[in-house]
């Protein structure tokens, strides 16, 4: 009987989580269906993202960046919403170096050839470094807001010319974490919270049922025969050597 209610509120517990995980599937879908829209990679591609560098580019001699991220030590990314990073540059060549653009990329940690978001890239216009000269250079830019929270490897570089050939230097190569942006709730959330409730209310009727067995096998209590009538074991023990007992051996000698 205790075997088919579990089953039963199992049964009822799918039934209830059912449209919880439709709505995960149908959001699944449609970032997938967006993904294949507006680029080929997995992930989400800005529709303003542009290559500027085909990637086989070095670094110019005498050209060192560094980026930083502003009020934001731990790199925490808040999908769908802005962040702002600051690339240095610092010119200890032999020529003025002229800016071209600054653009990024998410990949998933343990595969860089597996690319997630390729950020909007910043095009910048006449912006030079002279020689001996330092200069930063603002990039602004946001992970799509269907990006599932966790760690991710961000790719940034800046593309630059010196003496009209052209240059890329990686200034950031690192991990981020992307989370939630506040005031949303996501179907996993819901699911996860919903689905731990229905385990608690599982758990507490299957230790009533214990409880309440239990209670009906501590009050049935064994009886003993005395002469013709019977009486309770437990009543025996607290009337032993009481005239109640004394009466009723007499009347069982009595009947022998």
Known sequence: MEMKNFRVFFFALLLLASPLLQVAKCQSDSETGVAETEGGDLGIVGEDAQDFG??????????DTVCIFPKNSARVVAAGEE?????????????????IAIQ?????PF??????????GQAFN????PVSAQATFPYIFAVSKFLQPGTFDLVGSIVYEVDQHPYQSTFYNGTIEVVESGGFISIESVFLVTLGIALLVLFGLWIHGQVKQLSKKTKKAPKVEVGTGTTDASMDEWLQGTAYTQSLSSKSKKKK
Not at 111 to 120: F, P, Y
Not at 126 to 129: L, S, W
């Open 111 to 120: 595969d860089h050839s597996l690319l997630v978001q390729n950020l909007t």
């Open 104 to 108: 990024a990329s998410v990949h998933l």
């Open 83 to 99: 962040t702002e990073l600051l690339v240095g540059m610092k010119n200890d060549g032999e020529s003025s170096v002229n800016v």
């Open 126 to 129: 006449n912006a030079t470094v």
């Open 54 to 63: 085909d990637g086989t580019l070095s670094p110019a001699p005498g050209v």
